[in-house]
Nanobody, 124 residues
Framework: QVQLVESGGGLVQTGGSLRLSCAAS????????MGWFRQAPGKEREFVAH????????NYAVSVKGRFTISRDNAKNTQYLQMNRPIPEDTAVYYC?????????????????WGQGTQVTVSP
């Protein structure tokens, strides 16, 4: 089994920056795609970004492209989400996801493991 633990969430001002981390434990995840999803109150969980097993391929939701950057460090079994220039609409619980596949998927149903989530609140 794989456990995923997110960290780095909190309160940030519009235009600031925040970096989320997701540490995997239980086994090495260097052959797995990793991703980030988010869920705002009253809304469905939505795709944010995903990264392929070696980090050579990334994909972003239109709403965050150009502001957020996903990356990973396989030596540390960890992925990151650098959030630059966040806006209040980015306020949500952010979830780390892992897939038993080398390539990512924008559908939440395509992921096999999930973290507990970390709250990100962006103030105006």
């Amino acid at each position: 089994q794989v456990q995923l633990v997110e960290s780095g969430g909190g309160l940030v001002q519009t235009g600031g920056s925040l970096r989320l981390s997701c540490a995997a434990s239980g086994r090495a995840v260097s052959t797995n795609a990793m991703g980030w999803f988010r869920q705002a109150p009253g809304k469905e969980r939505e795709f944010v970004a995903h990264i392929s097993w070696r980090g050579g391929s990334t994909n972003y939701a239109v709403s965050v492209k150009g502001r957020f950057t996903i990356s990973r460090d396989n030596a540390k079994n960890t992925q990151y989400l650098q959030m630059n220039r966040p806006i209040p609409e980015d306020t949500a619980v952010y979830y780390c996801a892992l897939r038993d596949n080398r390539w990512g998927d924008t559908r939440s149903a395509g992921w096999d493991y999930w973290g507990q989530g970390t709250q990100v609140t962006v103030s105006p």
